[in-house]
C-alpha cells in the first residue's frame, strides 16, 4: 500500500489581479517517491507549491498533509511548515542572514530548539550538502551554486518530512547541476519525500519515480516518466519535448539496430547496455 502524505482535491486559485493559477486540481504525493511537476510557465506549479505549505489559502477546495484537512490557524501551519519545506529557484530570495552558518542555524532556532540541538542539525545539514568549509563565509559573497546549496541546507536543518524544490537545477553549470541533482539522491535515499518543479525533460525522464503534467492551472496527464514520455499527444498538449535517452532509443528502434526492450532505458549506461545486445547489422 503506498501513503499519501500530500494531497489536494479540486483546488481553484485566483490572485487579486483576476489571474486564475489553479483551476480545479485534484492530485496526491505518495511517501518516500520522487515527484516531479512538469509544464510551462504559468502552468501553476509555484503556486501550487505555496499551497502545499500553507502559504497560500485555496479559494475552493481542499490541502491534506497525511490525510489531515489543513487548517489556517497559527498551531496547524507551524506544524504544516515544520514537515514540508520549500527550497525556492532564486537562492538570493531565501537567504538573509550575515553568514553561511548564522542562515542556516535561524530555521532550527525559530522551531524553539536549543542552541546545542540547533547547532548539531546545523553542522549535520553543512555536511550533507558540502558546504562545511563555507560555514563562516557571507552569503552575498558565494558563488550561485553554493547559494543553491545553502539554500537547500536551511531546509534540511528544519528535518521536514517533504521538501519540495522549485526549478532546483535552473542555471546551474554543469558540474553544480551534477553536484545538486546527487544531493537530491543522497536526500531520498534517506527517507524524505522529495518533489521538484522543472522544465529539463531529461532530469525529469532520468530521475522521477512519478511526473505530473500541468497545463493553465490544470493537471493534463500523470504517469511514471515512461508513460509520460510515450505519450505524444500529451507532449504535444502540454509543449514538452521527448528526453534525448527516448529520441535516441526510438531512431535507433526505427532504423533496425535494436530491439525493442520490456523497458525503455532510463540512463546512459542503460541505453549502453541496450547497445551492447544490439542485432548484428550488415552495412553491406
Known amino acids: 500500500m503506498t501513503e499519501k502524505i500530500l494531497e489536494v482535491e479540486d483546488l481553484y486559485f485566483k490572485y487579486e489581479d483576476g489571474t486564475e493559477a489553479l ?11 520522487k515527484t516531479i511537476l512538469l509544464g510551462a510557465n504559468g502552468a501553476g506549479k509555484s503556486t501550487l507549491f505555496l499551497h502545499f505549505n500553507g502559504v497560500y489559502r485555496p479559494e475552493r477546495g481542499v490541502v491534506r498533509f497525511q ?17 514540508v519545506g520549500i527550497v525556492f529557484q532564486d ?99 534517506q527517507g524524505r519525500t522529495l518533489v521538484l518543479s522543472t522544465h529539463d525533460v531529461d532530469l525529469a525522464y532520468s530521475w522521477a519515480d512519478y511526473i505530473i503534467v500541468l497545463k493553465e ?30 529520441e535516441v532509443y526510438d531512431q535507433l528502434l526505427h532504423k533496425g539496430w535494436i530491439r525493442e526492450t520490456e523497458q525503455l532505458p532510463r540512463s546512459k549506461e542503460e541505453l549502453f547496455h541496450v547497445l551492447g545486445h544490439r542485432k548484428t547489422v550488415s552495412f553491406a
Open 23 to 33: 483551476r480545479g486540481i485534484t492530485l496526491a504525493i505518495e511517501r518516500g517517491k
Open 67 to 83: 490525510g489531515e484537512p489543513v487548517k489556517y490557524n497559527n498551531a496547524f501551519l507551524k506544524k504544516l511548515r515544520k514537515n
Open 91 to 189: 537562492p538570493d530570495t531565501q537567504l538573509f542572514s550575515a553568514n553561511v552558518f548564522q542562515e542556516i542555524s535561524f530555521g532550527p532556532l525559530n522551531l524553539g530548539l536549543s542552541q546545542e540541538e540547533a547547532r548539531q542539525r546545523v553542522e549535520q545539514a553543512m555536511a550533507e550538502t558540502g558546504i562545511t568549509h563555507l560555514r563562516d563565509r557571507p552569503t552575498h559573497l558565494l558563488s550561485y551554486g553554493e547559494k543553491k546549496r545553502v539554500a537547500i541546507a536551511d531546509i534540511l536543518a528544519m528535518q521536514p518530512e517533504v521538501i519540495i524544490f522549485d526549478e532546483p537545477t535552473a542555471w546551474l553549470d554543469p558540474a553544480s547541476h551534477r553536484q545538486v541533482v546527487a544531493l537530491l539522491e543522497d536526500i531520498n535515499r
Open 217 to 246: 492551472g490544470r493537471v493534463v496527464g500523470e504517469g511514471t516518466p515512461e508513460i509520460i514520455f510515450r505519450n505524444d499527444t500529451l507532449l504535444e498538449t502540454a509543449g514538452l519535448a521527448k528526453p534525448w535517452l527516448v
